[in-house]
């Protein structure tokens, strides 16, 4: 009987979930119109991210990089990153990212926004 209610308990105890970092919001937001170019572009990921296995890439429609430099980790939130941004023109911006979550899970993404002229 006491093996039973063992297993019983093990099949029913609760499992740690693998977290992975995705992205919960951006600044400037997700497919957004901004009246003024960016100095930064700021990822807020759903979980702590390594940023030294974080990489960054903001590229025009010509395909030319603007991201100034690696992306920095926020010193209040592990979930932050800032990546710093060379100056820019009115236009359409591509956001690539590729995450690595303080347990090394990977995840990534893209997404655009627009400075408006």
């Keep these: 009987m006491n093996r039973i209610l063992l ?62 430099a690696r992306p920095q980790p926020s010193a209040d939130d592990p979930r932050q990153i800032s990546v710093p941004l060379k100056p820019m023109t009115a236009g359409i911006y591509t956001v690539t990212w590729h995450a690595t979550s303080v347990d090394t899970h990977k995840t990534e993404g893209h997404f655009s926004f627009t400075v408006a002229p």
Excluded at 30 to 55: D, H, K, M, R
Aim: aromatic share 6%; net charge negative.
């Design 7 to 68: 297993c019983a308990a093990l099949l029913l105890a609760p499992v740690a979930a693998s977290a992975h970092a995705f992205l919960r919001e951006a600044v400037p937001a997700v497919g957004s119109t901004v009246q003024t170019a960016p100095q930064n572009l700021i990822l807020l990921y759903t979980e702590s991210v390594e940023p030294a296995f974080t990489t960054v890439t903001v590229t025009n429609a010509a395909g030319a990089h603007f991201e100034a």
